[in-house]
């Protein structure tokens, strides 16, 4: 049996290696805090692992999606997901298999929470990939930007509201992640395309998709106006200038921001606090 402390440090380690945007910013929030939000990103990077995977078929992401969405819905059983999980533990990452893990290592009082946001994530999941994430018009994709990042952005408020008091705008929260999420399309159209999936609705260029990330990152902009507390407020403007300049990357013609640019940003955001 894992000790609390073992958890936590094998979270943190696991948290590093699987997020390029999140590490930092959850290492810079406080000890309640950053246990919540490590513990919460996890979770959801399980799932998103299932969702992403290239190994698995269509219907058996479905069908692992949807149970794991039931689960969470009641007392996790963690035996019970691994029984779920094992015949198809070689072909997910470790940080998807332990689930069980990422909601062990949340504070008792918000688990609950954690549970309801991952389990309605899952399901949403569970709809796109039955229906092969056929994204038609721009209101199919502000469905699936919803549950697979702007989610995200509601549990966070929820997350500071709950820590603090701090109150924002879930509607612009929704913003914020479905600006991260469309930064993320963009960069992946080729990998997309050879995988025979386009979240680029019917009709829309290149240009529309850049038009739908700008305006929802100016949504970011607008829900940290809401926020007073120091490392919530950095936590939220490191991701959102990152996925900026990968933005203005993308649109010079680069792949993505070099890791010295990552790094720049990152100490002059923190300087600038």
């Not at 992403?52 to 009641?74: C, F, G, P, R, V």
């Amino acid at each position: 049996m894992q000790t609390e402390k073992q958890l936590q440090k094998e979270a943190m380690k696991m948290l590093k290696d699987t997020s390029r945007t999140f590490y930092i910013p959850i290492t810079l929030l406080n000890p309640s805090l950053k246990k919540t939000v490590a513990s919460a990103y996890l979770c959801m990077r399980a799932i998103d692992e299932i969702e992403d995977s290239e190994i698995l078929d269509n219907q058996t992401k479905a069908y692992l999606l949807q149970e794991t969405s039931k689960m969470l819905h009641t007392t996790f059983d963690p035996e019970a997901f691994k029984e779920l999980t094992s015949p198809y533990a070689s072909k997910l990452p470790e940080v998807a298999l332990r689930l069980g893990d990422w909601l062990d290592t949340c504070p008792e009082n918000y688990v609950h929470k954690v549970k309801e946001f991952t389990s309605t994530m899952a399901e949403g999941m569970a709809y796109w990939a039955e229906h092969n994430w056929n994204i038609q018009t721009k209101e199919d994709l502000d469905d699936y930007t919803y549950y697979v990042a702007g989610l995200v952005g509601v549990m966070l408020s929820d997350i500071w509201e709950w820590h603090d008091g701090t109150k924002t705008d879930r509607e612009l929260a929704i913003g914020y992640g479905r600006g991260l999420q469309a930064v993320n399309i963009l960069r992946n159209v080729e990998e997309d395309r050879e995988r025979g999936v386009s979240f680029i609705p019917e009709g829309w260029t290149m240009d529309d998709m850049f038009q739908y990330a700008e305006k929802n990152l100016a949504l970011g902009d607008e829900y940290m106006k809401d926020i007073n507390t120091k490392s919530i407020l950095l936590f939220c403007r490191i991701p959102l200038a990152l996925a900026k300049k990968t933005l203005k990357a993308l649109r010079d013609g680069r792949e993505k921001m070099s890791r010295s640019e990552v790094e720049e940003t990152v100490e002059q955001i923190k300087n600038d606090a």
